[in-house]
Antibody
């Protein structure tokens, strides 16, 4: 069974970088697409970007100057870095697997609060 | 960016009632390859989103068949034929035809 688990600091100071890890078990990240999605307080959801099976990336243009998604295939993990965060980046961050038109597998999510 | 407009924002239902949620797109979601990349997700309280429907009308494995999806182009509908207590939560449509992928604002299904 495919499982994804996010990890990382729950509190980040404004202007610093947010760094999260998604650990995947049950499936290799060298297949399909692996992405980050966040849910803001309230219901708004935002697709942030993905890293593909080949290591290529695609980002939401609204974040393009601040976001980086990378991976470590030896550990079957992929990573999110978001620079220069503000309080508006406070959200629950999810990692997810996207394949054959489906957002089918999601991590449990991790709440990141940006506050001094 | 493609804007997905979900209605209604809140839906009150009794157990056993059939309900529908609409998702309208600001542009056609028909891809040049002939597929329409529209998913429906359900997020129950305290849980991550769960995939219900993909490619407009295909039921994800393990999802009860009281859920159905329909539509084309810019207008899509999720129908629940006989709401059960476990169906309560927030429903989202999400498109992956056009980058950046975008979500509807969500429809909260509550018990009346």
């Amino acid at each position: 069974e495919v499982q994804l688990q996010e990890s990382g600091p729950g509190l980040v100071k404004p202007s610093q970088s947010l760094s999260l890890t998604c650990s995947v078990t049950g499936y290799s990240i060298t297949s399909n697409y692996w992405g980050w999605i966040r849910k803001f307080p309230g219901n708004k959801m935002e697709w942030m970007g993905y890293i593909s099976y080949s290591g290529s990336t695609s980002y939401n243009p609204s974040l393009k100057s601040r976001i980086s998604i990378t991976r470590d295939t030896s550990k079957n993990q992929f990573f999110l870095q978001l620079n220069s965060v503000t309080t508006e980046d406070t959200a629950t961050y999810y990692c997810a697997r996207y394949y054959y038109a489906r957002f089918a597998y999601w991590g449990q999510g991790t709440l990141v609060t940006v506050s001094s | 960016d493609v804007v997905l407009t979900q209605t209604p924002p809140t839906l009150s239902a009794t157990i056993g009632q059939s309900v529908s949620i609409s998702c309208r797109s600001s542009q056609s979601l028909l891809h040049s390859n002939g597929n329409t990349y529209l998913n429906w997700l359900l997020q129950r309280p305290g849980q991550p989103p769960q995939l219900l429907i993909y490619l407009v009308s295909r039921l994800e494995s393990g999802v009860p068949n009281r859920f159905s999806g329909s539509g084309s182009g810019t207008d899509f509908t999720l129908k629940i034929s006989g709401v059960e207590a476990e169906d309560l939560g927030v429903y989202y449509c999400v498109q992956s035809t056009h980058a950046p992928y975008t979500f509807g604002a969500g429809t909260k299904l509550e018990l009346k």
